[in-house]
């Protein structure tokens, strides 16, 4: 058994990883009635782990090719517990931003790593089963999360969620340095850390933008003049990555149509499957009463269809055309959304969205196992790695943007929903104050109005990304001809990041962030 310490060092770190971004969604209500913090304030708790992950992967893994991915797993792992620690511990939201921003980082470092470390301890027969158990422990933490949020949230408060991490994060520590070797690339260059400044502001940029065009408008100064901040800044990380001697990410792998499907795919997959989910655990909560459990439990049907879909469809898909899995499974995340905003009306209650949610688990379980696989396909071997790099950053920022861009929508259709009462409202029942205001006698009828219209606006939204992403995927996947590779599912892992919020499998067996 001792053979397999390192695989439970890998899926210890991952298990955490994915568990934190779900075991947050259904902590939200509490942590706006414990810290009175705004709309803006929930989006930003929520948003800036996906983005900090998205800045950093392709840095911490051009990092941990070159000083040792052991070493900077291990850093990960530390800088995760002390940040978990500080958010546990934050006395306000701007101190809970803060500490899951750092949390973020300490995700990059462990994320970047984990399938290079599986790559280099395992070979032959023991690889295909590290990985295949690697997949299933990622589906599996993104099914429990919502519960075991709502179970800590409900009996222990919401800080449990962050304190949990403590104890896992020092037996992986312990695992980890008994158990998994040091390992580098000889060929690894430097740090981009011009590219990886310059994204990380146009990012920031674009989602502060978005998260603020509620209450700045479309058209005020400070929306536009962060509109062109990030404008500039991804104008300067296009040169940087032109023009500079350790470009992170090779912007010639653009070049293959397939590639910028599926980057497309990867980035409006994370938008319209899973950025809505925050929303509506704040209905479920604040408005029909539901417990932190019963709030999670809710969510669990797309988790539980996606990852059952994920391990039939690595053995009952493979070798299918990327158009059927991951251009048909876009399909039906955009229907499973207009499903939910066809279902839902006022006064209906968490039945509404149950088909729609199983029709995106289905969606997410065909889509996501093919993805790495398609965006390694697309490119030469040796930029296999970084292929898989770019497809995680582009999930996480779709991940943040979507969180940003439905929140706009969200409070827009509450206030439209309100007919004609004060804006303020709208701003409470985002907040979580929804059982509150149905202290007032007379409140139930529009607050159920105000929630039917923001959430079915959302779901328009999220169904509409859905669909431009099986678009795109269709219109850039084009047909082979004859004799000519098919972009396919095959070396997916069965069952990979089955329904992992914005998380697919990073690379390919054997690699870290790049190769060659």
């Known amino acids: 058994m001792r053979k397999w310490l390192p695989l439970t060092a890998v899926c210890l770190g991952a298990f955490m990883l994915l568990v934190d971004v779900t075991i947050v969604t259904v902590a939200l209500p509490d942590m706006a009635a414990d810290m009175s913090t705004d709309f803006a304030g929930l989006q930003w708790v929520m948003d800036v782990y996906a983005l900090a992950l998205a800045a950093l992967l392709l840095g911490a893994g051009s990092l941990a090719d070159r000083i040792g991915r052991r070493r900077v797993y291990l850093g990960g792992l530390v800088l995760f517990a002390a940040s978990s620690l500080a958010c546990g511990l934050a006395d306000g939201p701007a101190a809970l931003i803060a500490f899951r921003a750092v949390q973020g980082i300490g995700g990059a470092a462990m994320f970047a790593t984990t399938m290079a470390l599986l790559s280099s301890a395992y070979q032959g027969r023991d690889r295909g089963v590290a990985f295949g158990v690697w997949g299933a422990v990622n589906g599996a933490a993104a099914a429990a999360g ?49 590219g990886m400044a310059a994204f990380t502001v146009g990012a920031g940029a674009l ?73 509506v655990s704040l209905w479920l909560q604040s408005a029909e009463g539901m417990s932190p459990v019963g709030g999670g439990l809710v969510l669990l049907p797309m988790s539980l269809a996606g990852f059952v879909v994920a391990a039939l469809a690595g053995r009952l898909l493979h070798g299918a055309p990327a158009r059927l899995t991951i251009g048909g499974g876009l399909l039906l995340i955009g229907a499973g959304a207009l499903l939910q905003a066809w279902m839902l009306d006022a006064g209906d209650g968490w039945t509404a969205l149950v088909p729609g949610l199983l029709v995106t688990g289905v969606g997410v379980g065909m889509a996501t196992p093919a993805l790495a696989a398609t965006a390694m396909g697309a490119v030469a071997p040796a930029r296999a790695g970084m292929a898989g790099g770019a497809l995680n950053t582009a999930r996480q920022l779709g991940t943040a943007l979507g969180i940003a861009v439905l929140g706009a929508v969200f409070h827009a259709g509450l206030a439209d929903g309100l007919g004609g009462r004060p804006r303020e409202l709208a701003d409470a029942l985002a907040s979580g104050g929804a059982g509150r205001l149905l202290a007032v006698p ?21 169904g509409a990304m859905g669909l431009a992403g099986a678009l795109a995927v269709a219109l850039l996947v084009g047909r082979p ?36």
């Open 146 to 194: 919502p519960v075991i949020g709502g179970l800590l949230t409900e009996h222990f408060g919401w800080r449990w969620i962050f304190f949990i991490n403590l104890p896992v994060c020092a037996l992986a520590v312990w695992v980890t340095l008994k158990a998994v070797a040091e390992s580098r690339d000889p060929r690894a260059k430097g740090l981009d850390l011009p």
């Open 207 to 279: 989602t502060y933008a978005l998260i603020r065009v509620g209450e700045n408008g479309w058209t005020s100064a400070a929306t536009l003049g962060l509109f062109g901040l990030a404008v500039a800044a991804f104008a300067a990380f296009v040169l940087v990555e032109l023009r500079g001697p350790r470009p992170m990410l090779d912007l010639s792998l653009f070049r293959s149509p397939v590639f910028v499907a599926v980057m497309a795919a990867g980035l409006l997959l994370s938008g319209a499957a899973f950025s809505y989910l925050m929303y």
């Open 442 to 462: 007379a409140a139930r009828e529009w607050v159920d109005a105000a929630f039917a219209s923001g959430l079915r606006d959302t779901f328009l939204v999220s």
């Open 481 to 516: 001809a004859a004799g000519a590779p098919v972009p396919a599912q095959g070396g997916a892992p069965a069952g990979a990041a089955a329904a992992a919020p914005a998380v697919a499998p990073a690379a390919a067996p054997g690699s870290g962030r790049t190769s060659g």
